[in-house]
């Protein structure tokens, strides 16, 4: 192959880039000539093309996030879009977010701080007083804002060796900005769909990097990448493998999986603009990306040994169980740094926390299901229905349910089982046998025995 394109380079009106082709021409002659020329160095090569995959005939193609036009380079509008279409901050929090992106921003774009001056006081006048006055004034600067972001992108280098991704994922939303040689290339942001924003916070985490890498699959697919992340859990059970983690979270690392990536904690002040994004977003969709994991979870169930019914009742118990409500919450919220401030209801689960995710209303640890309090009983008798032993009941539940001191549960149930009880190998007694007695004094035993010897 690499022969081939040797080959290719050296021919005139010929562009190449890792496994795209650009054949061009200042003129339809010179442009069609080119084309023939490659296209029958090509076939006597046994080269062949997908036609779906070929454009003939632009004066405009989109190549690597750059639109190649007859008049130059210009910038792929699809690139700023996240950017150009942001909605205005609808309060002091969202403003604090674009502040943040902007100031960070400054290092790259000459003057931005300068021109955001209007929306840094309108945040001073808030915290001083409260008040939250957005008129045209902030209107104008947002917009100059923007604008200025869009004109200063760089452009992405395919050849280069630092390319990063930064990501973040707020309650409501994915953001990623695409970076090149330390200068941002271009930003992508997305609304979470209800389901999705019902997912643990590792799990948002998670389909922030799998969206980065679909939204910019041609910068990133096929070369190292470093992803920063301001969600430390995910860097340790990506390099832990896919077995520890909930099923969500295995199919979503699947996904990024032919991607070459090192995934990074930084902490969330030095990703402001995926942060920002984030927050302030556009409702971009991707039906069948989140069709694709769902699916994944919902096998699962179909696959637990358990009645649609009981599975059922699991959800209804589990919402109004007060511990696995407040498990719920901090699930999709976050949890929080330590474990001392973490509620004291859910304290147990700290640990294993990251383990835990949600799907259909019900709490998994990793892909166990996580039975409400009110159920530990009936659920305990029908484990042990057949009065398996020990070590047997044990291992059953530890392939399906999970919650705190369930081994410890088991043991004291089959301790008190009575049938178990009743049917326990007791150490096997040989009857007693008397020895005959004898009619005449020495008739048997020594005597006899040595009666032999004569
Ligand atoms: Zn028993």
């Known amino acids: 192959m690499e022969e081939i394109f040797a080959e290719l380079i050296e021919m005139a009106g010929l562009g190449l880039l890792i496994n795209d082709i650009v054949v061009h021409g200042a003129t339809d002659k010179e442009h069609d000539s080119n084309l023939e020329k490659t296209l029958q160095v090509t076939h006597e090569k046994g080269v062949h093309f997908n036609r779906e995959k070929c454009i003939f005939g632009k004066t405009e193609i989109p190549y690597f996030g750059h639109i190649l036009t007859s008049e130059g380079i210009k910038p792929d509008p699809n690139k700023i879009l996240a950017i150009h279409q942001m909605p205005k901050p609808k309060g002091p929090e969202e403003l604090q977010s674009l502040l943040g992106m902007v100031n960070y921003l400054g290092k790259y774009i000459p003057n931005l701080s300068t021109l955001n001056h209007p929306l840094r006081t309108l945040l001073k006048e808030h915290r001083t007083d409260g008040s939250f006055q957005w008129t045209s004034e902030h209107n104008k600067a947002f917009a100059n804002v923007k604008n200025s972001i869009c004109k200063n992108l760089k452009y992405f280098n395919p050849t280069s060796e630092d390319v990063v991704l930064k990501v973040d ?45 679909k939204h910019f699959h041609q910068c990133v697919y096929g070369q190292p990448v470093k992803v920063l992340s301001n969600h430390k859990p995910l860097e340790s059970i990506l390099s832990q493998g896919i077995s520890v983690a909930p099923p969500r979270l295995q199919r979503l690392m699947l996904q990024i999986q032919p991607y070459n990536l090192s995934v990074e904690h930084v902490p969330g002040t030095s990703i402001p603009v995926a942060d920002a994004l984030s927050c302030l977003l556009l409702p971009e969709m991707d039906a069948e990306f989140k069709q694709e994991t769902e699916v994944f979870v919902h096998t699962l169930f179909k696959n637990v040994p358990m009645s649609d019914s009981r599975l059922l009742c699991i959800k209804s118990s589990t919402k109004s169980d007060p511990k696995l409500s407040s498990l719920t919450s901090t699930i ?59 070590e047997k009941t044990k291992q059953w539940a530890r392939s399906i349910i999970y919650w705190p001191g369930i081994n410890r549960n088991i043991k004291e149930m089959i301790s008190q089982c009575i049938t178990c009880g009743c049917l326990q190998m007791q150490p096997w007694k040989h009857p007693l046998i008397n020895t005959e007695l004898p009619e005449y004094p020495w008739e048997l035993g020594l005597l006899k025995n040595l009666r032999k010897f004569d």
Request: net charge neutral.
């Open 332 to 390: 999709i919220t976050g949890w929080p740094e330590t474990r001392s401030s973490c509620s004291e209801k859910i304290q147990k689960y700290w640990n294993t926390c990251h383990e835990l995710s949600i799907a259909n209303g019900i709490v998994l640890k990793g892909d166990k299901i996580i039975i409400p309090a009110t159920m530990h009983r009936e659920i305990l008798q029908q484990l042990h229905h057949s009065h398996m032993g020990m």
């Open 169 to 213: 994922a707020s309650q409501h939303g994915l953001g990623a900005t695409l970076m090149c040689d330390g200068g941002i290339c271009a930003f992508a942001s997305r609304l979470l769909s209800s389901a999705e924003q019902k997912y643990s916070q590792i799990e948002k985490e998670a389909l922030a990097i799998a969206f980065a890498c």
